[in-house]
T-cell receptor
Framework: QKEVEQNSGPLSVPEGAIASLNCTYS??????FFWYRQYSGKSPELIMF????GDKEDGRFTAQLNKASQYVSLLIRDSQPSDSATYLC????????????FGQGTILTVHP | DTAVSQTPKYLVTQMGNDKSIKCEQN?????MYWYKQDSKKFLKIMFS???????INETVPNRFSPKSPDKAHLNLHINSLELGDSAVYFC??????????????FGDGTRLSIL
């Protein structure tokens, strides 16, 4: 089993819809979880992080964490064409000295 | 002002050459990282330094040698370049390393192409 697994997509949603991106992880000791957005040819940009079970909202983005199920998701409400990018889930290990393990990324396309 | 800056942005070179990539951060962070992103966009950590001390050294060929002259700089030297080294190399930094809860901020990447 991969340490961090995402559906690679591509995921295509119409403008204005909710995009749902999913991530599962194998290390039960993981305490914090990050979502990065990467536009084509650009660097990863942190958009959300979550430490506690439940939901965390920031504007149109909501991160959801379920540690019992080892599952973290990112919802994008009112999706816009500018949200089209690759979304990377990243999980640190418990004593990993800052090592982040990234999923393979989910390619999201929002079409007008 | 760029927070994490890398040079060069593009690097095209012949197989067998030696090249270096430089990284600087002005965020006052203690920890810096090198990542490699392959053609399938998979991002994988290579090295990490905390305040000039090596703390992560993943399974990377010893042709790759990082150097940190101070905590704001982390350079990557690659000897005897091979075709498989073609990738985008990202530098990143975080406040500290702790248990990995600090978010990491990435530079714009160096696109290395081996001919």
């Amino acid at each position: 089993q991969k340490e961090v697994e995402q559906n690679s997509g591509p995921l295509s949603v119409p403008e204005g819809a909710i995009a749902s991106l999913n991530c599962t992880y194998s290390d039960r000791g993981s305490q914090s979880f990050f979502w990065y957005r990467q536009y084509s040819g650009k660097s990863p940009e942190l958009i959300m992080f979550i430490y506690s079970n439940g939901d965390k909202e920031d504007g149109r983005f909501t991160a959801q964490l379920n540690k019992a199920s080892q599952y973290v998701s990112l919802l994008i409400r009112d999706s816009q064409p500018s949200d089209s990018a690759t979304y990377l889930c990243a999980v640190p290990g418990g004593t990993s000295y800052g090592k982040l393990t990234f999923g393979q990324g989910t390619i999201l396309t929002v079409h007008p | 002002d760029t927070a994490v800056s890398q040079t060069p942005k593009y690097l095209v070179t012949q197989m067998g050459n030696d090249k270096s990539i430089k990284c600087e951060q002005n965020l006052g962070h203690d920890t810096m990282y090198w990542y490699k992103q392959d053609s399938k966009k998979f991002l994988k950590i290579m090295f990490s330094y905390n305040n000039k001390e090596l703390i992560i050294n993943e399974t990377v060929p010893n042709r790759f040698s990082p150097k940190s002259p101070d905590k704001a700089h982390l350079n990557l030297h690659i000897n005897s370049l091979e075709l498989g080294d073609s990738a985008v190399y990202f530098c990143a930094s975080s406040q500290d390393y702790g248990t990995g809860e600090q978010p990491q901020h990435f530079g714009d990447g160096t696109r290395l192409s081996i001919l």
